[in-house]
């Protein structure tokens, strides 16, 4: 090429591609989607939803052991794999046969963590960034459904009086806490809850199907530049949260609260350590899902009217 002191390849467009090609990625620390976890928005209550790959891809799957619980999990790759770092042939090998022995031994209750100290030291290598804001606030907001509601998904069911159940969970990519109910129109006390409940979060009516499907209610976070505000918001999202149980489900808020304060918060974060700083991290743009959704903004009590968004 004139200029750049790079040969010019005259040639290139002959050449023809004639073999395949094999791309080996044990020992990457990937983020992933399990095959059986596509029914649980938000994903397994104990698993991370990172974790490093065993073997693959073959087929379109790879074996992949989760960060979060220790468990191997079948991962799809279809999409876009993107990788976050490497672990050392010998950590590697030391965590595959920890992950293979428990595996082996199947234990009754899936919700059993892993080793915490190894998700943590990973975690911490990854580092904070817009890259991986996604993966912090799912290791985040895990612990607080963990604590608040306990089972095999991540999110938190609410009893509404006369409404049914909602459940909350997070998407990760776009940073927003998503309630569901299963009706058409959102339920005028789960309005009014979450107003009080997160006075300062974007609040969006989203409906799917273009008008004739399900309505969720969406409570945007804010800007997240660094690891420290990410925590903090979290416990913002936990105090939210908390104060939808006292208000819907009293005799549940009690029992949630004691024992929290007889066994502690799950912080899984807590010892992580910090990662970019905020003058260099940005909150990413999300990404529309597939699919018809509105979403209009929900005005506050005493606002003027909403508007479309």
Known sequence: MPGTGVPAL??????????????????????????????????????????????????????????????????????????????????????ERWARARDAERPSADGVPGSPGVARRILSSIGYSPFTRPLFLRAGFRDVALDLDPHEGTAVRLSLPGAGVARVHMEYDRGALVFRTGRSEPAPVLLEALADAFPHHPLFRVVSGAGQGTTELHVHLPDLPGLGEVKSELRSVRRGLLHLLARFDEERYRAVTQTMVGFGERDLLAGVREGVSAAEARRPGGVASGGYRERILVPRIGSGSGRIH
């Open 10 to 95: 005259s040639g290139l467009s002959e050449l023809a591609f004639t073999g395949g090609c094999e791309v080996q990625l044990q020992r990457a620390v990937v983020p992933y989607q399990g095959v059986e976890d596509r029914a649980l928005p938000g994903g397994r209550s104990a698993d991370l939803g990172v974790g490093v790959v065993l073997s693959g891809p073959a087929q379109g799957r790879m074996e992949v052991v989760d960060l979060g619980s220790g468990s191997i999990r079948e991962a799809d790759v279809g999409l876009p794999v993107v990788i976050y770092g490497w672990l050392f042939t010998t950590p590697f090998r030391e965590l």
